[in-house]
């Protein structure tokens, strides 16, 4: 049989640069499928493969956001068929034996597989990767429009969905670039009084199309006050990365309210205990989720008519599509289409 070759868009070292090449595609081992690539969000935590920032064993293809079709499947693989359409997210195998896979807390695993760090993620035309890591993703959701769900969607949608609220409460989404344009999606959809904070008064139109009730223009408004306003939130996610930005925020919860941490900031919070006593509010953070949650997400979607903005680039492009995430200057999300 003629050996099956493919692109990678791969990093050759830390912090080197990102390179296309055409190599030998591995066949799946037990338990593993193959996947050809049909699309690959390009996202921030790419990062961690391109600067090295977990040990990574280069050269290695980044990537988890990936979305494509079943091509062979590895001995003992029972779930999925050739032909399947199916996707990968962040969550790409866990051990088994540490404490949070034994209390079923996957995602938490602490010797979590991520694909594009601990095997050639998305940013190639075929991915390997275990049975367990993969969703099915609907047939009305193009793959370039499913890839930004498996990472910035399901981790928004995750985080509301478990954040304690209930419909009709207030849930409040701080920043609405690549994650809070889809969090105010979500939580409009799941039929919360939808509150919308970013900066500058030209955002109140959009956020009002993607489903929020209210729009607080967080350079003119002070964000907590604004929130009290409407009674306080239930839920505040945070999506931005920007330590003053949350602190200013989290004043606006109601009682029993949670602030959910999704984006990473460089510093530390200011948080005033008082109420987080009396009130029984909450400071947390949330991962995103499993593979089945991914599925969640992209079926929600699918129902609801929930969908990223994208900006589309082909794989042999991959080097300016991540200068382009990274400039800051893409508003939501970047996505490579492999044109399979
Ligand atoms: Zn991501
Ligand atoms: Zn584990």
């Known amino acids: 049989m003629a050996t099956l070759t493919g692109r990678y868009a ?4 830390k912090g080197g640069p990102i390179e296309v090449v055409t190599r030998e595609v591995p066949d799946p081992k037990p338990g593993e499928v193959r996947v050809r690539v049909q699309a690959c969000g390009v996202c921030h935590s790419d990062s961690v493969t391109k ?27 029972t779930q999925w068929k050739a032909g399947q359409r199916v996707g990968l997210g962040w969550y790409g195998g866990h051990c088994g034996k540490c ?22 993620g998305g940013y190639a035309d075929y991915v390997v990767a275990p049975e367990a890591a993969l969703a099915a993703v609907p047939e009305s959701l193009s793959g370039a429009e499913a890839g930004p769900l498996l990472c910035a969607g399901i981790t928004t949608f995750n985080a509301i969905r478990n954040s ?7 849930v409040a989404i701080l920043g609405m670039g690549g994650l809070g344009h889809l969090g105010v999606q979500f939580a409009a959809k799941m039929g919360f009084n939808t509150v919308a904070i970013a900066r500058g008064a030209d955002n109140a139109d959009f956020a009002h199309k993607l489903g929020a009730r209210h729009y607080i223009d967080s350079t003119k408004e002070d964000v907590a006050q604004a929130l009290q306003k409407l009674g306080g939130a239930k839920t505040i996610l945070a999506t931005v990365t920007n330590a003053d930005a949350m602190s200013a925020a989290i004043g606006g919860l109601g009682y029993r309210g949670r602030f959910v941490i999704v984006g990473v900031p460089g510093e530390a919070l200011k948080v005033n205990v008082l109420p987080l006593i009396f009130a029984r509010q909450t400071v947390a953070g949330w991962p995103s989720g499993t593979s089945i949650d991914s599925e969640d997400t992209l079926k929600f979607s699918a129902l609801t008519g929930v969908k990223p903005l994208i900006e589309t680039y082909p794989l042999d492009k991959a080097r300016e599509a991540y200068d382009r995430m990274m400039s800051g200057k893409a ?10």
């Open 10 to 13: 791969q990093v050759v070292k």
């Open 51 to 77: 600067e090295g920032m977990y040990p990574i064993a280069f050269p290695r293809a980044p990537g988890h956001e990936v979305v494509g079709l079943v091509d062979a499947i590895g001995a003992g693989v």
């Open 99 to 120: 404490e949070p896979c034994r209390r079923g807390d996957l995602v938490a695993c602490q010797n979590l597989r991520i694909p594009g760090v601990s095997y050639d």
């Open 164 to 170: 304690g609220a209930r419909p009709p409460d207030t």
């Open 331 to 340: 508003r939501f999300r970047v996505v490579m289409v492999m044109g399979a």
